[in-house]
């Protein structure tokens, strides 16, 4: 071989050292450079699912790492978690043209949606869906400043060092570009097309269900569920849930006809009462869980107003974030969300068909779960953000309850000055988590034996709920004497965040496993509130006191129109046939039938289940109110 004075460089020594060397004719020269083009895309692919066997150590998150072997024992659960990033390194070898190039692209990309999920896992015990890329800015939100401290383990350093030897390895050892535009297109098809065919079994909701492992991982985790799968392989397959297709044997003509059996009724102008409605971020009663050495007093202010209320347990489908889960499902009468892209069905467009100015306020950014769009998609004329308006009065991250209430009840004197019914709803911040476990200031609620970031953080969660609930009274005395009728409903949306991995809960002995009965509530259940003054208790003909049911979410508004004594929308009066029967309906596997609480609807009652979930499907999907927005 002969080799040019001023030496030779790598990518021109395996030109001619390993695969062109001069042949006998140009027929052997092209001969090779195929073969080099097929060694090198095999190294891509190889070095593809190698990296995806890598990320396997980000997809167990917190939980134990004997999952890892579990992976590795399921053939099918292994293939489509590597197969995933290796045709994600496969398109970009094809784009750039560049083995190391495309394996950096494709692997960076494959290792920063592993490390989001990673980092989800270890803050909120919440996975990465699909429909979690469209609250990114929410996201980066939530992950800036004091929110949460990201941190980097062996788990982490091991998926990046991976990362670079690749790179490293497929520079040393596939040196060259691709020239050729037509191969380089050719290569990001074949990529696009195995996707294509991947794509059936990916999203196959039986094959999903069949490669579940639960060695190691507990199975009525909603959490551990998916983590059972990895991470590639769960995180493509919501892909389907982010698309909602109709429940079996759905029929939108009889559907329609149902519920047409139960026409809307209108509210009578003399019985029209105002409603003021407050979602709590993270509201919980600690003073139910016999906590040794914290503080409960503080609940005496809460529990006086429960004893003039009619309450009871919400049964929420969340666990410390997804605040808008709860907030939505209230507002339509859903038991499980659709991603909201246009108007869609709520009891908010009912009020406004009967007269009603239907307004309220969240003291945070507009775009934070795209509530400016969102909520105007169900209804609300009129919402007040941060943005122009409570930046104004208060320089709190969280502006406080102290200034959100007050607004509340200026608003609601300007909707009856105005001689309109008002229905308001409102969600606040100030408790909003993660809590300082840090010094902060707070008022001392927890004593005992804890760490030290335990007994802050919960002294700093009860000190400002304590806040709200001293707001909240003040409120209820304004109301308290209003010539005007209204009724006050309050709720929370989640239990709080209490340390990564609930280690605080651990901490105070509070068992919250949601595997089912007690724990499952207590994971998952808050408390609602619904009061009402003299003058809206006139109008009803009843005090509104008392213990209700436990009900999902989605039934809430059916408790305050019963109790206001409104039959209200057709869905509305279908779904109160379906509470009779199916109180909690969770996305998370359990329900109450028949007053017994179930992983599984009973085969007497499936037949009407599927009615339910038909009707839901219809609410969901076909808007009823055009004439009120064109109006």
């Known amino acids: 071989m002969k080799l040019q004075k001023r030496g030779i460089g790598l990518k021109r020594f395996w030109k001619e050292c390993f695969l062109f060397q001069p042949g006998p004719d140009a027929a052997w020269a092209r001969g090779k450079r195929e073969a080099y083009y097929a060694y090198r895309t095999a190294l891509v692919l190889c070095a593809g699912l190698c990296m995806g066997l890598a990320l396997l150590v980000l997809a167990v998150g917190p939980y134990s790492k004997r999952a890892l072997i579990d992976y590795l024992c399921r053939w099918q659960t292994l293939l489509l978690n590597t197969i995933p990033v290796a045709l994600l390194v496969l398109l970009f070898y094809g784009i750039l043209g560049s083995a190391w190039g495309g394996f950096l692209a494709g692997g960076g990309i494959a290792l920063?949606?592993?490390?989001?999920?990673?980092?989800?896992?270890?803050?909120?015990?919440?996975?990465?869906?699909?429909?979690?890329?469209?609250?990114?800015?929410e996201a980066k939100a939530m992950a800036g400043g004091d929110h949460y401290s990201l941190f980097i383990d062996w788990q982490i350093i091991l998926a990046v060092f991976c990362l670079a030897l690749g790179a490293a390895l497929l520079r040393l050892l596939a040196p060259g570009k691709v020239r050729r535009k037509w191969r380089r297109l050719g290569t990001a098809a074949v990529s696009v097309a195995l996707c294509g065919c991947l794509a059936p079994v990916v999203l196959d909701a039986g094959h999903y269900q069949n490669t579940q492992n639960f060695a190691h991982l507990n199975q009525w985790s909603a959490t551990q569920n998916y983590v059972s799968h990895g991470f590639w392989y769960p995180f493509l397959?919501?892909?389907?849930?982010?698309?909602?297709?109709?429940?079996?044997?759905?029929?939108?003509?009889?559907?329609?006809?149902?519920?047409?059996?139960?026409?809307?009724?209108?509210?009578?102008?003399?019985?029209?009462i105002?409603?003021?409605?407050?979602?709590?971020?993270?509201?919980?009663?600690?003073?139910?869980?016999?906590?040794?050495?914290?503080?409960?007093?503080?609940?005496?202010?809460?529990?006086?107003?429960?004893?003039?209320?009619?309450?009871?347990?919400?049964?929420?489908n969340i666990f410390a974030g997804g605040t808008v889960d709860s907030e939505?499902?209230?507002?339509?009468?859903?038991?499980?969300?659709?991603?909201?892209?246009?108007?869609?069905?709520?009891?908010?467009?009912?009020?406004?068909?009967?007269?009603?100015?239907?307004?309220?306020?969240?003291?945070?950014?507009?775009?934070?779960?795209?509530?400016?769009?969102?909520?105007?998609?169900?209804?609300?004329?009129?919402?007040?953000?941060?943005?122009?308006?409570?930046?104004?009065?208060?320089?709190?991250?969280?502006?406080?309850?102290?200034?959100?209430?007050?607004?509340?009840?200026?608003?609601?004197?300007?909707?009856?000055?105005?001689?309109?019914?008002?229905?308001?709803?409102?969600?606040?911040?100030?408790?909003?988590?993660?809590?300082?476990?840090?010094?902060?200031?707070?008022?001392?609620?927890?004593?005992?034996?804890?760490?030290?970031?335990?007994?802050?953080?919960?002294?700093?969660?009860?000190?400002?709920?304590?806040?709200?609930?001293?707001?909240?009274?003040?409120?209820?005395?304004?109301?308290?004497?209003?010539?005007?009728?209204?009724?006050?409903?309050?709720?929370?949306?989640h239990l709080p965040w209490m340390g990564d991995g609930n280690v605080f809960y651990e901490q105070m002995g509070i068992d919250i496993d949601p595997s089912g009965g007690e724990s499952f509530l207590r994971h998952y259940a808050t408390r609602y509130l619904i009061w009402a003054n003299k003058a809206a208790a006139e109008i009803i003909g009843h005090e509104v006191k008392g213990e209700g049911p436990a009900v999902s979410p989605c039934y809430l508004m059916n408790l305050v129109f019963d109790q206001a004594g409104w039959d209200g929308p057709g869905f509305m009066q279908a779904m109160d046939e379906m509470m009779a029967v199916f109180p909690v309906v969770s996305t998370k596997g359990q329900y109450v039938v028949d007053g017994v609480m179930?992983?599984?609807?009973?085969?007497?009652?499936?037949?009407?289940?599927?009615?339910?979930?038909?009707?839901?499907?219809?609410?969901?999907?076909e808007f009823l109110y055009q004439d009120v927005m064109e109006g």
Not at 120 to 125: E, V
Not at 396 to 421: M, N, R, S, T
Not at 464 to 486: A, G, N, S, W
Request: with cysteine.
């Open 112 to 137: 920063g949606f592993s490390l989001g999920n990673y980092y989800k896992l270890q803050f909120r015990d919440d996975p990465l869906y699909f429909e979690d890329m469209l609250i990114l800015r």
């Open 237 to 272: 397959h919501s892909i389907g849930d982010f698309v909602e297709t109709p429940p079996g044997g759905y029929s939108k003509k009889e559907i329609q006809a149902l519920l047409e059996s139960y026409p809307d009724a209108d509210i009578p102008e003399d019985r029209k």
């Open 274 to 316: 105002n409603i003021i409605a407050l979602m709590r971020e993270a509201y919980a009663d600690f003073s139910l869980y016999g906590v040794e050495g914290l503080d409960v007093s503080g609940y005496d202010v809460y529990h006086a107003l429960e004893e003039e209320s009619y309450t009871g347990d919400l049964v929420t």
């Open 328 to 493: 939505r499902c209230f507002l339509t009468g859903n038991y499980q969300l659709r991603n909201f892209r246009g108007n869609a069905n709520s009891y908010a467009w009912y009020l406004r068909e009967q007269g009603y100015v239907v307004e309220g306020s969240h003291p945070y950014y507009q775009w934070f779960y795209n509530r400016l769009n969102i909520n105007g998609y169900l209804g609300f004329e009129k919402y007040r953000f941060l943005e122009g308006d409570y930046e104004t009065m208060s320089h709190a991250e969280y502006p406080e309850d102290a200034v959100l209430l007050p607004e509340i009840y200026a608003d609601y004197q300007k909707c009856i000055a105005a001689g309109k019914p008002c229905f308001s709803f409102s969600v606040n911040v100030q408790s909003h988590g993660p809590y300082p476990t840090w010094d902060s200031g707070a008022d001392e609620y927890l004593s005992g034996d804890y760490s030290i970031e335990c007994k802050n953080a919960v002294n700093s969660y009860m000190t400002t709920i304590m806040e709200t609930d001293r707001e909240l009274k003040k409120l209820v005395d304004l109301l308290r004497d209003d010539p005007e009728p209204v009724v006050l409903v309050t709720f929370g949306d």
């Open 598 to 621: 179930t992983d599984r609807v009973p085969a007497e009652r499936e037949e009407l289940f599927q009615q339910f979930r038909q009707m839901q499907f219809y609410w969901r999907n």
